[in-house]
C-alpha cells in the first residue's frame, strides 16, 4: 500500500499570501488530520477531517482552514500568511476518526518571508 | 497551555544501555497515551500505546508505563540502538462529545544513541 502523500513537500511564500497544502491518505483510509510542527511547539493539532466533514478542531485562528473531497484527499489552506507560520505541516490518516494509530506523510515545509 | 510536556529536549545513551523518555501531562480526562518516532525529512511514525486503564505496555524492546496518580509516563528503550536515534514524541487523545478523539502532543525528546 502507498504511504500518506502530502504535495508540495517545500513551499516559499512572502507574507500576506495564501497557501494550499494537499495530502492523499492511505488507500481505504477515510480519516485526515493536519497538525503544525514549529521548533519548541511540537505537533499542533489543527483539525481533522472525516467523510468530507470536519470532525475535530484545534486552537488555530480562522486563516487555517480544510476540505475533505469524497475520494478522502484533504485540502488545508493558510491565508494572510504570517511569518510565525513558517513550519512543517503534516498530514496523517487512519482508517477511521478517532483511531489510535495515525500514519504520516512527510510534510509540507513552509517558508513565509 | 501545554497539556502534554516532555521537559528533556534531548537525551544522549550509551548503545546497549537503557534510554528512559519521560513525558507529564495536566489533563486528567486523557484516556490513551502514544509515542511516536521521527527521523529527519519523514513524518512521525507510530511506536507504541497505552490505555489509560493499564499501567503497562510492552512491545519488544519498548515499554511504555503509565501512572496516572502522577499524571507521568515513560518510554522504556531496552537495549538502545544506534538506529534508535530519533525525536520521540508522546500524545495523548480524549474523546469529545461527538464521539472523536482529538490528539495532543508533546514538544519532543531528541534521543542519540552512541555506538
Known amino acids: 500500500k502507498a504511504g500518506v502523500t502530502q504535495t508540495p513537500r517545500y513551499l516559499i511564500k512572502t507574507r500576506g499570501q495564501q497557501v494550499t497544502l494537499s495530502c492523499s491518505p492511505i488507500?481505504?483510509?477515510?480519516?485526515v488530520s493536519w497538525y503544525q510542527q514549529t521548533p519548541g511547539q511540537g505537533l499542533q493539532f489543527l483539525f481533522e477531517?472525516?467523510?468530507?466533514?470536519?470532525?475535530n478542531k484545534g486552537n488555530f485562528p480562522g486563516r487555517f482552514s480544510g476540505r475533505q473531497f469524497s475520494n478522502s484527499r484533504s485540502e488545508m489552506n493558510v491565508s494572510t500568511l504570517e511569518l510565525g507560520d513558517s513550519a512543517l505541516y503534516l498530514c496523517?490518516?487512519?482508517?477511521?476518526?478517532?483511531?489510535?494509530?495515525?500514519?504520516f506523510g512527510p510534510g509540507t515545509r513552509l517558508l513565509v518571508l | 497551555d501545554q497539556q502534554v510536556k516532555q521537559n528533556s529536549p534531548s537525551l544522549s545513551v550509551q548503545e546497549g544501555r537503557i534510554s528512559i523518555l519521560n513525558c507529564d501531562y495536566t489533563n486528567s480526562m486523557f484516556d490513551y497515551f502514544l509515542w511516536y518516532k521521527k527521523y529527519p525529512a519523514e513524518g512521525p511514525t507510530f511506536l507504541i500505546s497505552i490505555s489509560s486503564i493499564k499501567d503497562k505496555n510492552e512491545d519488544g524492546r519498548f515499554t511504555v508505563f503509565l501512572n496516572k496518580s502522577a499524571k507521568h509516563l515513560s518510554l522504556h528503550i531496552v537495549p538502545s540502538q544506534p538506529g534508535d536515534s530519533a525525536v520521540y514524541f508522546c500524545?495523548?487523545?480524549?474523546?469529545?462529545?461527538?464521539?472523536?478523539?482529538?490528539?495532543?502532543f508533546g514538544t519532543g525528546t531528541k534521543l542519540q544513541v552512541i555506538p
Open positions: 496523517a490518516s487512519s482508517g477511521r476518526a478517532g483511531q489510535e494509530t495515525q500514519y
Open positions: 477531517y472525516f467523510s468530507e466533514t470536519q470532525r
Open positions: 500524545a495523548a487523545k480524549r474523546g469529545n462529545s461527538g464521539g472523536y478523539q482529538k490528539v495532543t
Open positions: 488507500s481505504g483510509h477515510r480519516s
